[in-house]
Nanobody, 124 residues
Framework: QVQLVESGGGLVQPGGSLRLSCAAS????????MGWYRQTPGKERVLVAV???????NYADSVKGRFAVTRDRSKNTMYLQMDSLKPEDTGVYYC??????????????????WGKGTLVTVSS
């Protein structure tokens, strides 16, 4: 079974940084296209960062130049480095499998497992 555990969120002032972690089991992070989704109240999850098995990454326009997604094979963990944070980055962040073409869009319909997410709040 797939288990995904997100961590690293918190309260940060605008301009600050956070690094989110996604510890995975049941899937091999380094051989799977995966990404980070953000959800805000009343909205669906939206893919903001995606990384292919080969390491190529893409980002939503709103976070380009500020976020970076990476993976650690030895730990089977995916990370999201978040710099220059803005209030609009606020939300619950989830990791999961992803599709490259769905950047800035909702997750595919066949995903039936999710972690609890980690809350990122950017506020002064």
């Amino acid at each position: 079974q797939v288990q995904l555990v997100e961590s690293g969120g918190g309260l940060v002032q605008p301009g600050g940084s956070l690094r989110l972690s996604c510890a995975a089991s049941g899937i091999i992070v380094s051989s799977t296209t995966m990404g980070w989704y953000r959800q805000t109240p009343g909205k669906e999850r939206v893919l903001v960062a995606v990384i292919k098995a080969g390491g190529f990454a893409n980002y939503a326009d709103s976070v380009k130049g500020r976020f970076a997604v990476t993976r650690d094979r030895s730990k089977n963990t995916m990370y999201l480095q978040m710099d220059s944070l803005k209030p609009e980055d606020t939300g619950v962040y989830y990791c999961n499998e992803a599709q490259w073409t769905l950047i800035e869009r909702g997750p595919p319909n066949d995903i039936n497992y999710w972690g609890k997410g980690t809350l990122v709040t950017v506020s002064s």
